[in-house]
Structures are given as C-alpha cells and as structure tokens.
C-alpha cells in the first residue's frame, strides 16, 4: 500500500434554478450553509443574534478563484431568498486558494441551518466590499482592527499608529507580530467610546510569548475606581481585566504560543470574561470611565509589553450575549463549525482508502468526495478520545510522527447533509520505524562527595568556609586554559577558581547573581519591561580581600512614563531577607520570601482605603505548583513551546541588571535607548 493514495475530483458548479434578477448577469451560484445545530456550532433553540458578521472562509478545494476576477471584485452574497448581503473581503489570495471574507447576517437562529449564497463570474462588476458596511453602529461596533497590511480601524472612529509591529502568520487573514517595545496607539481624545458605567465589550484574538503583558486598554490611568478596561494576559497565565479595583480576571489556565480568543463585557455592573467562547470569570464592579478615553493595542500609556501575535481586535457599544460570544468563537477558530464549504453538486460519498498502514514518521495522504454535504470533518479516534483533525476539506494528510511500538487509531471522514450524516472509517496502523536512541553515560564524578549540610557551592563569603578537595587533584583534573575562556590568562589560581564570582573578569557580580532573580520576580509580576534610568553604587564593606565585587548593592530604577521605582538592596553582611514589597496609593502587597521561594503573600492597605472586601492575602496551595525554571524549560524543549522565562524575558532582565553594573563600573546614572536598545 502507497503512503499517499489521492483521489481526484472535478469541481463542477451546475445551476439549475433561476439566479435572483440582480444576478441574472453572473455565471456561477453556490450555497453555504450556517449550521447552529448539535452535530455543528450547537447553539440552544432559544437563541437569536441580529446583524452578526459571519466569517466565511474560501479555500481552493471547494471554490474555483479561476473562474472570479483576480481580487474578488465580483463577489456577492444574499440570503436564501436572494435578499442582497452586505460583506468585506479582508484576504484574497487568488494564487493561493484562499480568502477571508466577512458577511453580515441579518438573523442567526439557534439549532437551525441556514443558507446564503455566493454569486461570481461577471468581468464587468466593480468591488462592493465594504468593512462599514458590515461592521457599524447599528450592529453596536465602534472600533474594528483586522490587523492586516494597514492597521486601521476599519470604522474610521480612531487614527491608528503602528509603532514597530509586523505583519505576521494570521489568525484571519493576516496578523500582526508584537516584539517587546512594539505596539498601535489608538489615540487619547477618544470622545465616542463608552464613559461611565455604560455597556461594552472589547476584545481580540492574540498568541502570547510571556505573561504579565498587556493585550489591550482603554480608557484613562489614575481617574478613580472603574476608569479603564486593561486587558492583560496575567501570571500564571490568565486573563486579568485591570479596571482600577473594579476588576474581574478569569480562572483558567491558559497555554502559551497558542491562538486564544477573548471578550470582555460590562452591562449594568456585571463584568464578564470569556474565553474560547466560554464564561471565565464574573464579578459585579461599577465601571466610570472618563471622556475623553485613551487606547493602546499591545501595552498602556506608551508602554508596549506584549510579546506575540495580535489579530482581530473590537470595540463595541453594547455588552455581546453568551451566545454571540460562542457564535464568534465556533465561527473564526481554524477548525470551525458554524459554517461548512462551498456546497458541491452530486451525492457520491466516498474516500480514496479502507485501511492504511504508515511508517513511523512518514505521512498518507487521503482524498474524499461529498456531494451536497453541509460540513465536513476529519476526526482521528484513538481508544474513547476523538480529535477533529481539519474541517471543510477534501482530502487529509496524515503525519505518523514518533512512536513506540506499533500503533492503531481511526481516520473518520465525516459529513453532514440536510437530512442524514454519513461516516467513513479508515482504520490505520503506524508500524514502528526508528529504533529508540540509546545513551551511554561515559563519566561520572565531583571533586568531593560533601556533607548534604555543606554543599561545593562557592559564594561570596570566607572561602574556608567549608572543607576543599586537594589542591593538587584539582589542578590535574582543571583544563586551567579552556576555563579561563576568553578572560585574561593568567597562572593557576586556587581562589579564582572557587571564587570566580568575586572578580570582574569572570561574572557580573551582585548583578547578574543575585539582583536579576529579584528583578525577574518584580518583572514577572509588573511585566513594565526595561527602566528607563538606573542609578547604581555598591562597596566592599566587609569581606576585605583582594576581590573586585563588592558585597554591598543598592541600584534604583525609574519607569518615568509609569510615574514608578523599584529599589534594589543587598548585602552579604547580614542573614535577614527582605522580602518583596510592592507599594501602590492604595496598599502594600508584601512577599514572604525573595524570587523562587515565595509562597505567600499579604495585602496591607493604607490609612485611607476604606475598602472593606480586600483580601487579606493568599495562602500556598490556593493554585497549582508551577515548575521552576529548570524544569519548565526541559518540558518545552518535549513540547516545543515558550518558557516562562522566553528569550524576550530574558533580554528585558539582562538589560535591568547590566544597567545597575555600567551605573557602577562608569559611576553615574545611565539611561536605556529602547530605539537602539543600547544602555546610554
């Protein structure tokens, strides 16, 4: 059996009925169809949404961009009955075979099918896509970003300004790609937004690289409680609308590196987050937000903090509903299910292949037909679990990837008529073909097996502290030369070697030891990225010897935009922690610990907050365990996903303490140039 059998088929457009007179003129017809019904989008009975921009996506297997003009200027929709729709082509890549397309549908009904038509074929028709159309006042948008090759609000409502980011892999058509510094203002004399505590819903789809970033906010800083809608992707990742202490954050967990969808709505003192068209998080603030409003795509006041993929951003006048929230969803993830392909003529339903069997790491390709199906689906099944593979295609490669041992699943091609669904089930066996690597452990050892109590780790401190093998077997086992790397060469020394940490030529000293944990910690919670200035000293007060590095730090820093400082202190002299404080207007958040061994936290308020529902803090176990550095970076190199520490955290926390070294090397205040991301 050949690993790819393919079927082919012959698209063919056949219209029998008469066209609606204004489509007398084009030469092709064909239906979609909306499907709110259990086996599709599931949308309850009781359900109805009015002026819903519907997404329909074209790909080349269903539709013929060969017989349409290059651009799609010929386009049209109408309902069933050949009432003319309104529509906007966001991607037309004719080359390609695909196309993003938005409809405006007047009524959408639940556990119902509904059909549009499409119309095309006429050389003499002049493009009617038309975003205002579709999206406006009468449907409740005020702002709509497609984030594709001209940020723009497609509205008109506001004057977008890119500041830096790129087009980048889409989510609906093109996306735009976030680097750390990277974001789109909106602008700060937004009149027509909501004010006070009136109705709203903001929302996008977005792929984060890190957490403790801001997706979008609108709204004012600093004007009471309830006087912005901050969306920000939290930590451990979550959603978190910062609202002034009249928030609401969702509960789940969210995956990194992935396409997530998000709505925030406010009516009448519910604030409501969803996620993945689901309920996530409620809470019944006040909202007053002031007029004029400020908007940021991407960060806060100028301060661009996300890092990753934005598309699909809106601003509405009214707070969605559950079920046009679910509708969105169902209707723009990339295995969606409200609509199906451009109906085929005929009734033969078939697939290319009864059974395969697949070597481990090869791919098989199948190929399907499906006549007057409504909506197809490729479902893999594996024991009791099922997995929709890809939606409204004709044919399916399937990748084998790494096994151990011989596997076995089931292919199932899947469609939905208007009175039946038909199935066809391919098994298949994956028969293992790559032996399993195998290690060999070729040395093991340390220069001494210590005592669990006095570990071989060499600080800062008396370097008799703690008992030292033989010097004479240290320097046999020592490649001296490859140690030393590019530092200056210089004969065998024993204190160098066990104490590299207190000379220039070998580290960072307290900035790279100990002040990056403490900043990573403060970062991770603020995520206000690089300073703006440092000032930094530091002394050797206590450990006189012949080291460079003092044991004393004390390095402050500035984030003038944000009105804010961080202040650093350390020394080796004494054995009391200072935990962790962060001090607002309002309270004091207060740490137990420092960076990783934090595990409660408390909230202090000030003599004039006279809120009486603060938390008093949080208590270790209230969420799951995270995993440290180390091992969450081992399970992403197995997932190939981005570790909480990304390499954009790290610049950003490499550049804070480097700031504080250069302040102390150079003895004066240094300042960070984000422009040439240069310490200046």
């Not at 723009?332 to 392909?341: D, S």
Request: net charge neutral.
């Amino acid at each position: 059996m050949t690993n790819k059998a393919i079927l082919s088929t012959v698209m063919l457009m056949v219209l029998v009925e008469a066209a609606p007179a204004q489509y007398a003129g084009w030469q092709y017809r064909g239906s979609i169809y909306l499907l709110t019904t259990p086996e599709a989008a599931n949308l309850p009975a009781s359900a109805s949404e009015e002026g819903f921009p519907l997404l329909v996506r074209l790909q080349k297997e269903f539709f013929d961009f060969g017989q349409a003009k290059s651009k799609g200027e010929d386009i049209r929709f109408s309902t069933g009955s050949g009432t003319p729709l309104a529509y906007q082509i966001e991607q037309w890549d004719a080359a390609k075979g695909t196309a993003s397309i938005w409809v405006r549908i007047p009524t959408i009904k639940g556990n119902a099918r509904q059909e549009i038509r499409m119309y095309w074929g006429r050389a003499d028709a002049a493009s009617q896509s038309s975003g205002p159309a579709v999206f406006n006042d009468s449907n409740g948008y005020l702002s709509v970003w497609h984030m594709n090759d001209s940020v723009k609000d497609e509205l008109g409502t506001v004057t977008s300004t890119d500041v830096g980011t790129t087009v980048s892999a889409r989510m609906i058509g093109p996306g735009r790609r976030f680097a750390q510094g990277q974001g789109i203002f909106c602008g700060e004399n937004i009149t027509t937004y909501p004010s006070g505590a009136s109705p709203s819903a903001s929302e996008a789809w977005f792929r984060a690289e890190k957490v403790n970033t801001d997706i979008l906010a609108w709204g004012n800083e600093g004007g009471g409680s309830g006087s912005k809608v901050r969306m920000r992707l939290a930590s451990p990742p979550h959603i978190a609308v910062d609202s002034d202490f009249a928030d609401v954050k969702g509960q789940s967990t969210l995956p990194m590196s992935q396409w997530i969808h998000v709505v925030h709505t406010y009516h009448r003192g519910d604030s409501m987050v969803y996620v993945n068209g689901r309920l996530d998080g409620a809470t019944e603030p006040i909202l007053a937000i002031k007029k004029p409003a400020r908007m940021w795509i991407g960060g806060w006041y100028d301060n661009y903090s996300f890092v990753g993929d934005i598309d699909e951003v809106r601003i509405s006048k009214v707070a969605r509903s559950a079920d046009w929230i679910r509708l969105q969803y169902e209707n723009q993830k990339p295995m969606q299910t409200l609509t199906g392909p451009v109906v085929q003529p005929g009734s033969a339903f078939s697939a290319s292949q009864t059974q395969m069997t697949v070597l481990e790491g090869k791919t098989a390709t199948v190929s399907a037909r499906a006549g007057g199906a409504q909506k197809i689906y490729w479902i893999l099944k594996t024991g009791n679990q099922e997995t929709v593979a890809a939606v409204d295609r004709r044919s399916f490669t399937f990748d084998a990837g790494r096994v151990v041992g011989d596997k076995s699943l089931v292919l199932q091609f899947k469609a939905i008529y208007a009175d039946e669904i038909k199935t066809w089930d391919i098994p298949i066996t994956i028969k293992e073909d790559v032996p399993e690597p195998v290690f060999t452990l070729l040395r093991t050892g340390r220069f001494k097996a210590s005592d669990p109590a006095h570990p071989n780790w060499r600080w800062y401190g008396y370097y008799e502290q703690w008992d030292r093998p033989d010097p004479a077997q240290v320097v046999k086992e020592v490649n001296w030369d490859l140690w030393l790397g590019p530092a200056p060469k210089i004969p065998w020394n024993e204190r160098h070697f066990w104490h590299w940490r207190c000379y220039w030529a070998y580290g960072t000293g307290y900035a790279g030891d100990l002040l990056s944990h403490e900043m990573d910690f403060v970062q991770y919670v603020l995520g206000h990225g690089i300073p703006d200035n440092c000032c930094c000293g530091g002394l050797i007060s206590q450990l006189r010897d012949d080291r460079e590095v003092p044991d004393t730090w004390v390095a402050t820093y500035q984030f003038e935009k944000l009105g804010r400082t961080v202040a650093f202190t350390g020394s080796m002299n004494t054995s009391v922690r200072q935990p962790v404080e962060i001090c607002g207007r309002d309270a004091t958040l207060r740490f137990d610990d420092i960076a990783h061994n934090v595990t409660t936290f408390e909230i202090l308020p000030e003599r004039h907050n006279r809120r009486t529902n603060l938390p008093k803090g949080y208590e270790q176990g209230k969420t799951p365990s995270q995993p440290n550095h180390m091992v969450d970076w081992v399970n992403c190199i197995q997932s190939r996903g981005t570790p909480k520490c990304s390499t954009d955290e790290a610049f950003i926390e490499t550049a804070t303490f480097l700031m504080s070294l250069v302040s102390y090397q150079e003895r004066r205040v240094v300042r960070w140039d984000a422009a040439r991301e240069e310490i200046v």
